[in-house]
């Protein structure tokens, strides 16, 4: 993981101008990022290297991801957790603003106050959306204070996030994502050569300086950061409707080998195509999933083509159920679901 820090915004800093935080009241970091860019990854170093705080994560997971992403996620960073706080409502930046705060609030009341909130939003969440909540909020005399955006940057697919066009009225998310970051971080550099790193480094100063001109902001009081939110606040609907989200729970154990076919077919070969006949494409798979040889639950990641499984420090209790999460376009649950079934799965256990 690689800082990139701006010339002008070299660190993460309260939007309040008086030093300090202000009293009494809790810092909310929002960690945001394309879908896979590495935003849990950061979650999880800042919790193992955070030691004496109470710190309060929330999740927003984009469609029914979040059991998974909150288990991996726990599975991780141990005890570090100290609360959770789930919006399982859809979309953040259309629910956090009547029920999110609310929420946080209400657990505060409950468990007592944090030391700090750390927010990772969806892959497709739109930031500004939700940074301007918690900007209209504080008016309002809220506990909670908005400290930063930091946007985890994909070294490898990073720029091909930020090129895809989109449909008419829809925001490149990617782009929107780095615009209103207060701290870009690009991560994977270990994927890439010095020159395709220096490539994403130019293109995201690029989409900072010229295209959202974002440098006559920089000043971190509040007043510019409402207007810098101003800025980038969407004006139409702000999610990709093509990109879908597909879960399933399956019981039993998977043959190893039968898994990675699977995979490679759906992501390299790309071989599965929906009802209409159009090719899936996914980009993003997670899942935790269950070989009968290992005790301990096995991760699954990937991201585009890149995908790993990893076994974890988890035993397995009966039953074991395969969970997995497929993000991406023209995905049908029947036929993965089926084709998993029929291909991965072994044994008598099939349901
Ligand atoms: N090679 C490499 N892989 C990384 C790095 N950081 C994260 N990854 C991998 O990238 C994948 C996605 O990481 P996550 O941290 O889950 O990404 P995320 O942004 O939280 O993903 P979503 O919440 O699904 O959008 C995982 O397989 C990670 O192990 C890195 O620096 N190098
Ligand atoms: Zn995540």
Redesign the pocket.
């Known amino acids: 993981?690689m800082l990139d820090e701006d010339d002008d915004c070299p660190e993460l800093v309260p939007i309040d101008t008086q030093p300090g935080p202000p009293v009494g009241q809790i810092p909310v970091t929002i960690i945001t990022?394309?879908?896979?860019?590495?935003?849990?990854?950061?979650?999880n170093y800042i919790l193992t290297e955070q030691h004496n705080k109470r710190i309060a994560v929330i999740l927003n997971?984009?469609g029914e991801?979040s059991a998974l992403?909150k288990s991996?996620a726990v599975s991780q960073a141990g005890e570090l957790y100290e609360e959770w706080l789930e919006l399982r409502n859809g979309c953040l930046c259309c629910s956090v603003k009547d029920n999110g705060l609310k929420a946080i609030e209400n657990l505060m009341e409950k468990k007592g106050k944090f030391d700090y909130i750390l927010l990772?939003t969806?892959?497709l969440a739109d930031p500004g959306a939700v940074a301007s909540m918690f900007w209209v909020d504080a008016e309002l005399g809220s506990d909670i204070y908005l400290d930063g955006i930091v946007t985890?940057i994909d070294a490898k697919y990073g720029l091909q996030q930020l090129a895809e066009e989109k449909a008419d009225g829809l925001v490149n998310e990617a782009a929107r994502q780095i615009a209103v970051a207060d701290l870009t971080i690009i991560?994977?550099?270990?994927?890439v050569t010095e020159e395709e790193l220096k490539e994403v480094k130019d293109t995201v100063r690029v989409d900072l300086s010229e295209v959202l001109d974002l440098h006559s902001f920089d000043s971190k009081d509040g007043a510019n950061l409402a207007e810098k939110l101003q800025l980038v606040k969407p004006t139409r609907a702000h999610l990709d409707k093509s990109i879908l989200t597909v879960t399933f729970e399956i019981a039993g154990d998977l043959s190893e080998d039968a898994l990675n076919a699977f995979i490679q077919d759906l992501l390299w070969e790309k071989i599965f195509c929906n009802k209409d006949g159009q090719p899936m494409s996914v980009i993003?798979l997670?899942g935790i999933v269950s070989f009968a040889d290992k005790g301990h639950q096995v991760m699954l990641?990937?991201?585009h083509e890149l995908y790993?499984l990893n076994e974890t420090q988890q035993l397995w209790e009966n039953p074991r159920i395969n969970r997995l999460v497929f993000?991406g376009r023209n995905l049908d649950k029947d036929i993965l679901q089926e084709k998993f079934v029929s291909t991965v799965l072994l044994g008598s256990e099939k349901n």
């Open positions: 993981m990022g394309y879908l896979g860019a590495g935003k849990t990854t950061l979650l997971e984009f991801g992403e991996l990772e969806t892959g985890v991560n994977k550099t270990d994927l993003r997670k990641q990937g991201v790993e993000i």
